[in-house]
């Protein structure tokens, strides 16, 4: 089992920065993909980012390619979204995922096991 837990998350002005975290625990995780979703009120849930946590390699969705970064802390197992150049319709529950599964995958369907959310709120 992997146990994550996603922090960070908050009321921000648009153009605004945030920075998520999501501590990761549990059996050992070198060799899975970890994610990041979000999903708003009334639509699914969707893809936003994905690293190897071995590699560091990194994929992104198009809609915040260029605004967010997603990293990874080997020694901390902390994984991390920064978040710039927020617009309001990044607002959303932010969850962090893994997969044991090197193959970075933007499908939530892929991904077993999942943080209880962070709320990310960009007011116009």
């Known amino acids: 089992q992997v146990q994550l837990v996603e922090s960070g998350g908050g009321l921000v002005q648009a153009g605004g920065s945030l920075r998520l975290s999501c501590a990761v625990s549990?059996?050992?995780?070198?060799?899975?993909?970890m994610g990041w979703f979000r999903q708003a009120p009334g639509k699914e849930r969707e893809f936003v980012a994905a690293?190897?946590?071995?590699?560091?390699?990194?994929y992104y969705a198009d809609s915040v390619k260029g605004r967010f970064t997603i990293s990874r802390d080997n020694a901390k197992n902390t994984l991390y979204l920064q978040m710039n150049s927020l617009k309001p319709e990044d607002t959303a529950v932010y969850y962090c995922a893994a997969r044991n599964n090197l193959y970075l995958s933007g499908s939530s369907n892929e991904y077993a096991y999942w943080g209880q959310g962070t709320q990310v709120t960009a007011s116009s």
């Open positions: 549990g059996r050992a995780f070198s060799s899975y993909a």
């Open positions: 690293i190897s946590w071995s590699s560091g390699r990194t």
